[in-house]
């Protein structure tokens, strides 16, 4: 069995994939590279396949129908033959110092008979543009570097803190175990890969290494306001899918601090909807903002009433056109302090 298994999604990916794949294949054979060539029109089907010739051993290349990110992500984890499993997105790459360490460390736990559900390890926003803006995130406050840990030994969350998918390398079978199955043609599908299996996971090591290296800047990039704003209803789809998706009451049995982090979680992605439909601020957008959050209470009170007294989220339901920009102002600050885009 190899150690683990890198899915890299490409989509038209030509101009930067190159970058991504040599980096990885710094892993040696203990790693297999699963390139999933999403129906591109460009020159990404004959990179992949030339890469696989070479490299056999290592690499596989595989051609689908187009899907969407969310689909290349679960052909990589039907595929995936490695102990543990890792997405990697064609324009992103890892450092090759850092991934050295980590197989080191995923040798010397194979060999000591130690099975992880969890590896995180920090991550680098590489502003290629404005690289003024790079910042790294990581997460030595909350796990000792290390060291085999649980949820209840989580320290306290920053407000620009969380567990995304660029920061996580989860054992294979726990998200098979978890039925993450992402959905097809729809953006930030990253965030269900990202919470929905975490109340599987009991045995966590955090690595101080910072390790994956995520590309941001381009204009069309999905996290850019104008872009997200456009693709609203898909964000709204994937928070509901998390409301309906995530087993609270299984992380409550797991951990409270598990509980509360996943609340968080879903906390900031309704902020995000719900700042960006005030923003849009049409009738039809301040409908929108209204019925998730009657989904929300309709689904769950408890969660409801969290959401609103407890967290920030409750901050965007402030009343009135003073109450709306009250909570725009003081989300578009908060996302200056955070640095994400």
Sequence with gaps: MKLITFAVPCYNSESYMERCIDSLLTAGEDAEIIIINDGSSDGTSEIAHHYEKMYPQI??????????????????????????????????????????????????????????????????????????????ASFENIFKHGKLSSWNDMGIFKPSQYLIMH??????????????????????????????????????????????????????????????????????????HILKNVDMRACRSVSRKLEIYQLRFLSIMMTICSVYLLKIGTEEALEKRHKLWDEVKKYDPNIYYYLRICTLSGFTM??????RKISIYGYDIAQKLVAFN
């Excluded at 890969?193 to 910072?210: N, R, T, W």
């Excluded at 402030?318 to 109450?323: K, R, S, Y």
Aim: aromatic share 10%; charged share 25%; net charge negative.
């Design 59 to 136: 690499i596989r290349a595989v051609d689908k129908e187009n899907g969407g990110h969310g689909s290349g992500v679960n052909t990589g984890l039907k595929m995936a033959q490695g102990k543990y499993f890792k997405v990697v997105d064609s324009d992103d790459w890892l450092d090759k110092d850092s991934l050295k360490k980590l197989m080191k460390n995923m040798r010397c736990w194979e060999k000591r008979g130690i099975t992880l559900d969890l590896v995180i390890a920090n991550y680098i926003y590489d502003h290629i543009y404005e690289p003024e803006k790079s910042h790294k």
């Design 167 to 240: 920061a996580l390398y989860f054992r294979t079978e726990i998200l098979k175990e978890a039925n993450v199955v992402l959905p097809e043609h729809t953006f930030y599908v990253d965030n269900i890969f990202a919470c929905q299996p975490l109340h599987l996971v009991k045995k966590i090591c955090y690595l101080d290494l910072d390790l994956y290296h995520y590309f941001i800047g381009r204009e069309d990039q999905s996290v850019n306001e104008s872009v997200h704003i456009s693709r609203i209803d898909q964000q709204i789809y994937i928070t509901e």
């Design 318 to 323: 402030l009343p009135g056109n003073v109450g």
